[in-house]
């Protein structure tokens, strides 16, 4: 059997392929719905935090556990490094590659040294006898910064594939979109770090 | 040496059961007769080529369909064993521990891994088709959705003969799924197989969210867009919302299991409430999740087969997105008893109770619209009218559990568990089939036969009744949840004897429907038009099945019922038929790296699920460098060209 195809006027809408551009924005829209999910899953933690952090089953408590220089250090390092970050995304917007690639690098090495100081931190607090079992205190301590901390790690080697890739190739649709949607993670985790800081640090040791 | 093997294998294989050396052999049978003939008719390639590396949605679709169909079946078949230890309690049919394994993987199964892969299937074949879109938003992620969900379920289901299955009941409260007091693997069996397949789910969450936003034909207003688009909106949004608190949940509760930590135990300040709010915080709308796209499908085919315009658009939208927002506010509703207090409860009553109203509404303009319509009762309409009266009662006994000091009396009895699977056999199962009876011409390019189906519906329909219809009188007599043998003296025989009948005639409904099916690929009526029922949407306006590109030339929305729209233009002579001019289309490239990724998932899953943490890692390793390849992956994309097209369409019966 027969059948006509409706025939349309052809208008130039954004269906037709104005190369790839459109796709990429599409990612970028996609990575903020993805970032809402990943707000999602800290709140969970958050509110797990909270209802958990008094019972601390005769372990040692938050004041007695942090150590607030090391936090600020922290801090300070992870909130450079998202400025940095931006710096990257100004150079990008500049088309200059290598200061692209530069301000990657610094970004890169700020975050290996905030996870380099998480990890001496943890590294500590079990030595003194806090573990993850320890109470349910510190199961949500743990767990709720070590996620951040993983999602930094994460960053950092996705960043690192980047780095590669724009070395390769330069400023590309591609490559512009991978690096606006880091920048938007590497923010989005300084954003999480300011709660962390709030909410467990300046809580716990008040 | 010798020994230790044997002991390794006696606890790494589940023994001990004649019904388990069953499935041993039936399994180890199917996988040497699978890959006998694949490799016998050579199809590995082919596999390989068309399926295993697709990142075509209404293949995808296709496979998520195939695989929900076998878990209804694993499902069904657990319930028909549950069925028959009731029905004759003093046989000792089923032991105590298997008894709890068995309701533990049959309500898992059945929401996790029929239920939702049903609707993704859905979701797949229709909605690009509906919105007048080529693909959806990311055909790559949509692939790596697909195959966690796979790997995932199987991961869950090799529990049953590996390593042993969990028994602590399909939303797993703490502490009895505590390593204190379930110490065996399959609790992380649990924990992994959801896990996986639900990072699954959250993409694909997200991935028709963005496809419906943003990938609609030109003029498609969000306010012209069919309902089932609009149902799968609201579903997706929810999903958004509730599967990151799954995702924690179940990490936490691993984090207990694994490393000793004190999130929900007895001991060490651990809070075990918290886990309770939390897994319902996720499964309340769980269950509108699911049951959002069952009323959009409803919605479509009570249109088509009245042959009007859905009566109140603006009315089932609003009540979606009403019923989407509110499904989040009710969670506290499933453990009214456990001392919440009683404002906590009044508001959790009150907003459970107020879900019913937009429910109401809907239910009213689907009354509205087949009143006065020219309605054929053809098997998609034969489902959903079945469904009105079902979904009548179990929204009735939903708003008596909901009131809060009542529900002390019915809390874990067999009246709730009349209710829930009142909703979701009568919402969820008979919508996803009135949907798969309504979209299998799309599909597949023929029609399911009316006979067999008939014989299907009416089985399932009057089994449905008879077995649930006791379990509200069981309940009222006291009979709870969870209970594997009962004493003659409590007078509960009879009506389980009842119920169990009810079950088998169900299970004879689905027999009728494999039937019907295998029946249907040789003698179903062909599908030449693509419009088989006088469709109103886009996706009967092209060829069944569609073709790779779904659409020649992107049509131009004009209203809602956009299809409708132009055949009656085409009728009255007014239709404006333009000349089309096809350009090149843009296609994703198949890959490997889907499937690839997704089996390195299990395999780091199993590494978990028994603490092998070299496998785990070796496991985690290749997700991470499935990754990174393809982050290095560029040429992902090619263009059909116009020659192609014109040759498809033509094979089509289609001028262009
Ligand atoms: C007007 C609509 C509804 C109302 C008022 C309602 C109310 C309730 C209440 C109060 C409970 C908890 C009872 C208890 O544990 O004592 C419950 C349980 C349940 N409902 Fe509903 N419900 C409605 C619709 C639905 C729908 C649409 C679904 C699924 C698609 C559903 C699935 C379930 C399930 C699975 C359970 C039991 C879960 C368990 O404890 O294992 N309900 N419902
Ligand atoms: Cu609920």
Redesign the pocket.
């Known amino acids: 059997m027969q059948q006509v195809m409706t025939h349309h006027e052809h208008g130039h809408d954004h269906e037709h392929d104005h190369g790839h551009e459109d796709h990429e924005n599409l990612k970028v829209l996609g990575f903020w719905i993805f970032l809402v999910t990943d707000c999602i899953l800290f709140a969970t933690l958050f509110a797990t935090y909270v209802v958990l952090m008094h019972n601390v089953a005769g372990g040692p408590t938050a004041k007695e556990l942090f150590e607030m220089p090391g936090v600020i250090a922290e801090t300070f390092i992870l909130l450079t490094s998202s400025f940095t970050s931006g710096l990257a995304t100004l150079a990008m917007h500049k088309g200059k590659t290598k200061q692209l690639i530069g301000w990657l690098v610094v970004t890169a090495l700020l975050g290996l040294s905030f996870v380099g100081l998480e990890i001496n931190e943890f590294v500590n607090m079990v030595k003194e006898g806090a573990t993850i079992s320890t109470s349910a205190f510190l199961s949500a301590f743990y767990t709720l910064v070590g996620t951040h901390g993983l999602h930094v790690s994460v960053g950092l080697f996705w960043m690192l594939a980047l780095m590669i890739q724009l070395g390769r190739r330069g400023i590309t649709p591609v490559t512009r979109r991978k690096v606006t949607n880091l920048s938007l993670y590497w923010h989005f985790l300084d954003v999480v770090w300011i709660f962390l800081l709030t909410v467990v640090y300046l809580l716990g040791v008040m | 040496m010798w020994e230790n093997i044997k002991d390794f294998a006696s606890t790494f294989f589940v023994t001990g059961d004649p019904l388990i050396y069953g499935a041993d052999v039936s399994i180890a049978l199917t996988m040497v007769a699978i890959v006998f003939v694949l490799t016998k008719f050579k199809k590995w390639g082919w596999l390989w080529r068309e399926w295993l590396t697709t990142v075509d949605h209404k293949k995808i679709g296709i496979m998520y369909l195939i695989a929900s169909l076998l878990m209804l079946f694993r499902g069904g078949v657990d319930a028909l064993l549950m069925r028959l230890q009731l029905a004759f309690p003093n046989v000792e049919f089923l032991h105590s521990e298997h008894y709890n394994a068995i309701f533990t993987t049959h309500?898992t199964i059945m929401?996790l891994f029929m239920?939702m892969p049903m609707m993704f299937a859905l979701f797949n074949i229709v909605v690009p088709l509906q919105i007048g879109a080529r693909d959806v938003a990311y055909p790559f992620l949509n692939a790596v959705s697909f195959w966690m969900f796979l790997f995932g379920a199987m991961l869950f289901n090799l529990s049953f003969v590996i390593g042993g299955s969990p028994d602590s009941?399909?939303?797993a409260y703490p502490p009895l799924s505590e390593l204190s007091h379930s110490p065996g693997v399959g609790q992380n069996f649990y924990i992994w197989g959801i896990q996986i397949s639900g990072i699954g789910s959250l993409a694909t969450g997200i991935n028709f969210l963005v496809t419906i936003l943003k990938m609609r034909a030109p003029g498609m207003k969000l306010m012209k867009m069919p309902l089932f688009s609009w149902s799968v909106l609201s579903s997706c949004i929810t999903i958004i919302f509730a599967f990151p608190i799954l995702t924690v949940t179940l990490a936490l509760l691993f984090i207990d299991r694994f490393l000793g930590a004190h999130f929900f135990t007895m001991t060490g300040g651990g809070n075990p409430m918290m886990y309770v709010n939390l897994i319902w915080m996720w499964?309340?709308p769980?269950?509108?999740i699911?049951?959002l796209p069952?009323f959009g499908i409803f919605s479509e085919i009570v249109a088509t087969f009245s042959k009007k315009t859905i009566f109140g658009y603006k009315s089932m939208v609003f009540a979606m997105m009403v019923i989407s927002v509110l499904s989040f506010f009710?969670w506290v509703?499933?453990?009214?008893?456990m001392g919440a207090g009683a404002d906590v409860n009044a508001f959790f009553?009150i907003s459970?109770?107020a879900?019913?109203i937009p429910?109401g509404v809907k239910v009213f303009n689907w009354l509205f619209t087949m009143f006065r319509g020219r309605i054929s009762i053809k098997q998609p309409m034969l489902w959903t009218i079945a469904f009105i009266p079902c979904?009548l009662v179990?929204?009735?006994?939903?708003?008596?559990?909901?009131?809060a000091p009542a529900?002390y009396q019915?809390?874990?009895?067999y009246?709730?568990?009349a209710?829930?699977?009142q909703?979701?056999i009568g919402?969820?199962v008979f919508g996803y089939l009135a949907g798969i009876y309504y979209w299998w011409p799309k599909m597949f390019g023929f029609k399911l036969d009316e006979r067999l189906g008939k014989w299907g519906f009416w089985l399932w329909n009057i089994g449905f009744y008879v077995c649930f219809m006791p379990q509200y009188a069981l309940g009222f007599m006291g009979m709870t949840?969870r209970l594997y043998t009962y004493g003659w003296d409590m007078g509960w025989a009879p009506l389980n004897l009842v119920s169990t009948i009810g079950a088998f005639l169900m299970g004879a409904g689905f027999v009728f429907q494999v039937w019907q099916i295998l029946y249907s690929i040789k003698h179903g009526e062909r599908d030449t038009t693509g419009d088989p029922w006088n469709g109103r949407t886009l996706e009967w306006s092209i060829p069944s099945p569609a073709p790779l590109y779904n659409f020649a030339v992107v049509p131009q929305v004009k209203g809602a019922d956009d299809w409708w729209l132009t055949k009656q233009a085409r009728e009255n002579g007014t239709a404006q038929e333009e000349k089309v001019q096809l350009e090149p289309i843009h296609m994703p490239k198949n890959s490997g790296i889907p499937f690839i990724m997704s089996a390195c998932w299990f395999v780091a899953g199993f590494g978990f699920v028994f603490g092998w943490i070299w496998m785990a890692v070796v496991g985690m390793i290749g997700v991470a460098l499935t990754m990174w390849a393809r982050s290095f992956q560029y040429d992902t994309d090619y263009y059909i060209p116009v020659d192609e097209v014109k040759r498809t369409e033509a094979s089509l019966g289609r001028a262009l």
């Open positions: 309500g929401i239920a009941g399909w939303l499964g309340h769980e269950v509108y699911v049951v069952a009710t509703h499933h453990f009214f008893t009553a459970t109770m879900i019913a429910t979904f179990g929204g009735a006994t939903g708003v008596m559990l909901a009131v529900d019915y809390h874990n009895s009246f709730l568990i209710h829930f699977h909703v979701l919402g969820v949840r």
